[in-house]
């Protein structure tokens, strides 16, 4: 049994649980680098008055005053206050828990431990803290989140997918590009563009198109970026890119959080989503109907948390081409949405996108966009968050609040007047 609900009542509708939001991504990134930084903050928006959050970082001290002031966000915050590389925050709480077992303790109520994305290090920080874990196990959340294997339980299920193949690398086999430069050139012969994923590949690493020209250093390159297998595919001619995001509860209830449009730049990378002008109803009923077949699928073999299906709609039919089995960017887009719209009212539409401006404070940042900001009663407003890399590097992120696609517009129209733009 299904139906739409929040996000945060799917992790405890319990009054006696406290939710600990641990919206570390790190964990997501085995192999980062430089260019993933923390976004631990994304949860102080979108926590409840009485959720716990735990940021990696520092506390922006102004930005939290300012969701106060609008009864957003939540009083009961740690930091730890490090520097924005290193360790993930379930290592730093396994290492000292103490800070969040006092705060739990002063609290009084049963925590359950929500992070980003779930490996054994988030099932240990949970132990740690006495809580219970709202996610799967590492082994449960690598399957589902790699790209061949979503592939293989689409097959499995019947469910149509993209043509094409996985690619085993072995960049020590001298035929191994050859064997890549075949497969590649066959659907070269009938489609223009060839896409290579990696099968790990997050946020827009590992993703490559090519029409042939420039394989060869694309091979170097994914082979120098460790990945084993990737998926060959014909690139299709994509009308619109769907994301149906799903929750699994602790007792395996499957809850349907909603269907937003993801925004792409060259028809791969994800920079934004759009709540508003949707698909149609027949593409709506399609994607439902396949995500809970898969859901369903994935909540019985034992995943239990946030999932988030993605999906092309082209001429040739509507495919499933990714299973983020973990908290997705825009999940906290829903939380603050749900929390906004209970103090205001609906919300018609909304966009969410990366965003840059200037480096500076959050104090300003609300001054630079005073005239557009979010003051807690007008609707067509824009409300940052995501703020904690602010005034090192100038890159945040904005709900961009609207009654209509016109005044979305307008909106974006007035960012890039006062200086912010797509990051």
């Given at each position: 049994?299904?139906?739409?609900?929040?996000?945060?009542?799917?992790?405890?509708?319990?009054?006696?649980?406290?939710?600990?939001?641990?919206?570390?991504?790190?964990?997501?990134?085995?192999?980062?680098?430089?260019?993933?930084?923390?976004?631990?903050?994304?949860?102080?928006?979108?926590?409840?008055?009485?959720?716990?959050?735990?940021?990696?970082?520092?506390?922006?001290?102004?930005?939290?005053r300012w969701l106060r002031s609008h009864s957003l966000g939540t009083d009961h915050v740690v930091a730890y206050n490090m520097p924005p590389c290193g360790e993930t925050l379930s290592e730093l709480i396994v290492a000292n828990p103490e800070p969040v077992k006092m705060k739990i303790s002063e609290i009084g109520r049963k925590?359950?431990?929500?992070?980003?994305?779930?490996?054994?290090?988030?099932?240990?920080?949970?132990?740690?803290?006495?809580?219970?874990?709202?996610?799967?196990?590492?082994?449960?959340?690598?399957?589902?989140?790699?790209?061949?294997?979503?592939?293989?339980?689409?097959?499995?299920?019947?469910?149509?997918?993209?043509?094409?193949?996985?690619?085993?690398?072995?960049?020590?086999?001298?035929?191994?590009?050859?064997?890549?430069?075949?497969?590649?050139?066959?659907?070269?012969?009938?489609?223009?563009?060839?896409?290579?994923?990696?099968?790990?590949?997050?946020?827009?690493?590992?993703?490559?198109?090519?029409?042939?020209?420039?394989?060869?250093?694309?091979?170097?390159?994914?082979?120098?970026?460790?990945?084993?297998?990737?998926?060959?595919?014909?690139?299709?001619?994509?009308?619109?890119?769907?994301?149906?995001?799903?929750?699994?509860?602790?007792?395996?209830?499957?809850?349907?959080?909603?269907?937003?449009?993801?925004?792409?730049?060259?028809?791969?990378?994800?920079?934004?989503?759009?709540?508003?002008?949707?698909?149609?109803?027949?593409?709506?009923?399609?994607?439902?109907?396949?995500?809970?077949?898969?859901?369903?699928?994935?909540?019985?073999?034992?995943?239990?948390?946030?999932?988030?299906?993605?999906?092309?709609?082209?001429?040739?039919?509507?495919?499933?081409?990714?299973?983020?089995?973990?908290?997705?960017?825009?999940?906290?887009?829903?939380?603050?949405?749900?929390?906004?719209?209970?103090?205001?009212?609906?919300?018609?539409?909304?966009?969410?996108?990366?965003?840059?401006?200037?480096?500076?404070?959050?104090?300003?940042?609300?001054?630079?966009?005073?005239?557009?900001?979010?003051?807690?009663?007008?609707?067509?407003?824009?409300?940052?968050?995501?703020?904690?890399?602010?005034?090192?590097?100038?890159?945040?992120?904005?709900?961009?609040?609207?009654?209509?696609?016109?005044?979305?517009?307008?909106?974006?129209?007035?960012?890039?007047?006062?200086?912010?733009?797509?990051?």
């Amino acid at each position: 049994m299904t139906d739409i609900q929040s996000i945060r009542t799917t992790i405890s509708d319990n009054n006696d649980e406290l939710v600990v939001h641990a919206a570390d991504n790190f964990s997501q990134f085995p192999r980062r680098d430089a260019a993933v930084t923390s976004k631990c903050d994304r949860a102080l928006a979108s926590a409840r008055a009485d959720d716990l959050v735990v940021l990696r970082g520092e506390l922006d001290q102004d930005y939290h005053r300012w969701l106060r002031s609008h009864s957003l966000g939540t009083d009961h915050v740690v930091a730890y206050n490090m520097p924005p590389c290193g360790e993930t925050l379930s290592e730093l709480i396994v290492a000292n828990p103490e800070p969040v077992k006092m705060k739990i303790s002063e609290i009084g109520r049963k925590p359950v431990y929500a992070p980003w994305f779930s490996t054994q290090m988030e099932s240990a920080a949970a132990k740690v803290l006495g809580a219970s874990l709202f996610g799967a196990t590492e082994a449960d959340t690598l399957k589902h989140n790699d790209k061949a294997t979503f592939k293989a339980l689409c097959q499995r299920l019947n469910v149509p997918v993209v043509e094409g193949v996985a690619f085993a690398m072995h960049p020590d086999d001298s035929a191994n590009f050859e064997q890549m430069k075949s497969l590649v050139e066959g659907y070269l012969s009938v489609r223009d563009t060839v896409i290579i994923r990696g099968t790990l590949g997050e946020a827009g690493m590992s993703l490559y198109k090519t029409t042939g020209d420039d394989l060869a250093e694309l091979y170097q390159t994914i082979a120098d970026s460790g990945e084993k297998v990737v998926l060959i595919e014909p690139f299709l001619n994509v009308s619109s890119t769907p994301n149906d995001q799903w929750a699994v509860s602790l007792d395996g209830s499957i809850t349907h959080i909603g269907m937003i449009e993801q925004l792409c730049e060259q028809g791969m990378v994800h920079v934004g989503s759009l709540k508003g002008q949707g698909p149609s109803s027949q593409v709506i009923e399609a994607i439902t109907s396949t995500s809970l077949k898969l859901v369903t699928e994935m909540a019985e073999s034992g995943y239990r948390g946030v999932t988030g299906f993605d999906y092309i709609v082209t001429e040739e039919g509507i495919f499933p081409v990714e299973n983020n089995a973990r908290f997705n960017g825009s999940s906290f887009v829903h939380m603050i949405l749900h929390n906004i719209e209970e103090l205001m009212g609906p919300v018609p539409v909304w966009k969410f996108i990366k965003i840059k401006t200037a480096p500076c404070t959050f104090i300003e940042l609300s001054k630079r966009i005073d005239s557009v900001l979010y003051d807690g009663s007008k609707l067509n407003s824009v409300f940052p968050f995501n703020c904690e890399d602010l005034s090192r590097t100038g890159n945040f992120a904005v709900v961009l609040l609207a009654e209509d696609m016109d005044q979305l517009h307008m909106l974006e129209i007035s960012l890039k007047e006062l200086g912010v733009k797509r990051g």
